[in-house]
């Protein structure tokens, strides 16, 4: 079959290319792949900014059915519409498997980085990481439940926001526009910021209940920085209150610098959270079950997966908002 792979380290050599479908183990289950979201880190992985273990396909965000199952596997799972968390195989032997943070376990492979991902017709993934797709969300859409799931991880495990807060989001992309949907389910009032370029975003942003405008200085109860820029980063440092909260959800995927004296001198409590765990997802389901969190609006286009380079271009330069590849 089709599909886009990272073929070697370092920037670019991100081509399409004939691989052999993966064959199942016991556990495991084939997704026929409905959509896989473009990622930034995808976009990092092919400027050679994201660690990865070449020749693999890439793409992590996948929605799809299970056609197929491996040995062990309940035979429910055939024909179902899910999602899947993203990694492949942790050790389940360090201190951080054991305690649950697998997705910190520094022998984690994960799909579309260490292990074939989801842009092509389809995926194996183990069983155990599958959830099914809420009733009511479409097939394309719930791609986007993996960057929900990661959100819920930085703003939820533990909650970071309390009913009543003033929230500030940084960067109106994808992960910001979950991320301000996931503060107002939580009772926040939310702000989003963009640069003049995020005209349209702040416009979808303001569908879900917040409201687009300035960063004044030390306003805000928690600062949710989504935009993985230094100056994102700057300015959500700057309008945090003394004794608030910055967390940072965007990848910058270079160094950047910071004047992390506002840590110390406002006494901030940092966070983040990388990738997902079990419980940020199954509160990601939960938001969608209960219509807390909406994912249609935030898919601006899928394209064919041999229109990959327009997608990636396109996110690049800020058009749309969520776009998602599909081998069909």
């Known amino acids: 079959m089709e599909a886009l792979r990272k073929l070697r380290s370092g920037a670019g050599s991100v081509e399409l290319a004939e691989v052999d479908p993966r064959t199942l183990e016991p556990m495991t289950v084939r997704i026929a792949v409905a959509a896989t979201g473009v990622c930034g880190t995808d976009l990092h992985i092919e400027a050679g900014e994201y660690p990865t273990s070449p020749p693999v396909t890439m793409g992590h965000e996948i929605s799809g059915t299970v056609v197929e199952i491996g040995e062990a596997v309940p035979a429910s799972w055939v024909g179902q519409p899910v999602v899947c968390e993203t990694f492949y195989a942790t050790c389940e032997r360090c201190q951080w498997c054991r305690a649950g943070q697998r997705n910190l376990c520094p022998e984690r492979r994960s799909l579309g980085s260490h292990v074939d991902g989801g842009f092509a017709a389809s995926v194996v993934v183990p069983a155990r990481n599958l959830h099914r797709v809420p009733d009511g969300v479409a097939a394309t859409a719930a791609a986007l439940s993996e960057p929900l799931a990661c959100v819920c991880h930085a703003l939820l495990d533990p909650a970071l926001i309390d009913a009543g807060d ?26 989003t910021v963009g640069l003049a370029s995020d005209a349209d975003r702040l416009t979808v942003a303001e569908q879900f209940g917040t409201r687009s405008g300035t960063a004044p200085e030390g306003e805000y109860d928690v600062v949710v920085e989504c935009s993985g820029s230094g100056g994102g980063a700057a300015s959500a440092l700057a309008a945090a209150r003394r004794g608030g909260r910055y967390v940072q959800v965007g990848v910058f995927g270079r160094d950047v610098t910071i004047d992390f004296n506002a840590v110390l001198l406002k006494e901030l409590t940092v966070t983040s959270g990388f990738a997902s765990t079990p419980a940020s997802w199954r509160r990601a389901m939960s938001l969608l079950s209960d219509g807390h969190v909406r994912l249609e609006p935030l898919v601006s286009s899928v394209l064919p997966l041999r229109q990959w380079r327009t997608a990636f271009d396109d996110l690049r330069a800020g058009r749309g908002l969520k776009i998602a590849l599909s081998a069909d």
């Not at 992309?173 to 009772?187: F, T």
């Open 166 to 191: 003033r929230v500030l989001i940084t960067g109106p992309g994808p992960m910001g526009l979950l991320a301000a949907q996931v503060a107002r389910a939580m009772g926040a009032a939310v702000t």
